[in-house]
């Protein structure tokens, strides 16, 4: 399995307040992915990390900000809580992006509940 | 707009039989089809790919079907095993694309002793 943590594993929150998801990686692998996970829409992507520093949008990164200061950590930040942004929370890294060669590996999850 | 489409929410299956799941796509820039297994409270697996200049690709008892014309791709899984009950997705990105995956619902196999 590809050294992947997630944390933290579960969390309630309340609405309006910030949360910081943490994805940590032993693989020394560039790129690192954000997803959510709810019921009838499979796996969206939120943002998404090149390299250290260097982060783009997903398709449903409204709500959320992300920061990679070293290349083992990506942190998944939701600015204000929304109830809609209770979902489980998927990280995962890639090492090669290149034809023939796009498979990622996925964390354990963070289920995310928001009241 | 769903760019990949799993139609079937489910699917049961006897034990020994084959298992086939369906994805259908709309985005001709796609090249690239990858299927993911995921168990509850796990994160997806990894389970088979196939680039867009093949039309079959096969490992064990999974294999992927490309048909390109009609922009859908299959997974046959035989003989069936209790151990392949969970949610499948399949997976789709553009040469280019950093890599980003586009995802569809998922389907729920259940494989019945």
């Known amino acids: 399995d590809a050294g992947i943590t997630q944390s933290p594993r579960h969390k309630v929150t309340e609405t309006g307040t910030p949360v910081t998801l943490r994805c940590h990686q032993t693989?020394?692998?560039?790129?690192m992915y954000w997803y959510r996970q709810d019921p009838g829409h499979g796996l969206r992507l939120i943002h998404y990390s090149y390299g250290v520093k260097d982060t783009d949008k997903g398709e449903v990164s409204d709500g959320y900000s992300v920061s990679r200061s070293k290349t083992e950590d990506f942190l998944l930040t939701l600015e204000s809580a929304t109830s809609s942004q209770t979902s489980v929370y998927f990280c995962?890294?890639?090492?090669?992006?290149?034809?023939?060669?796009?498979?990622?590996?996925f964390g354990p999850g963070t289920r995310l509940t928001v009241t | 707009d769903q760019q990949v489409k799993q139609n079937s929410p489910s699917l049961s299956v006897q034990e020994g039989r084959i298992s086939i799941l369906n994805c259908d796509y709309t985005n001709s820039m796609f090249d690239y089809f990858l299927w993911y297994k995921k168990y509850p409270a796990e994160g997806p697996t990894f389970l088979i790919s196939?680039?867009?200049?093949?039309d079959k690709n096969e490992d064990g008892r999974f294999t992927v079907f490309l048909n390109k014309s009609a922009k859908h791709l299959s997974l046959h899984i035989v003989p069936s095993q209790p151990g392949d009950s969970a949610v499948y997705f399949c997976?789709?990105?553009?040469?280019?694309?950093?890599?980003?995956?586009?995802f569809g619902q998922g389907t729920t196999l259940q494989v019945k002793p």
């Open positions: 693989e020394n692998h560039r790129y």
């Open positions: 995962a890294i890639s090492g090669v992006v290149r034809a023939g060669s796009y498979e990622q590996y």
């Open positions: 997976a789709a990105t553009a040469a280019g694309n950093t890599g980003k995956l586009i």
């Open positions: 196939i680039s867009s200049i093949k």
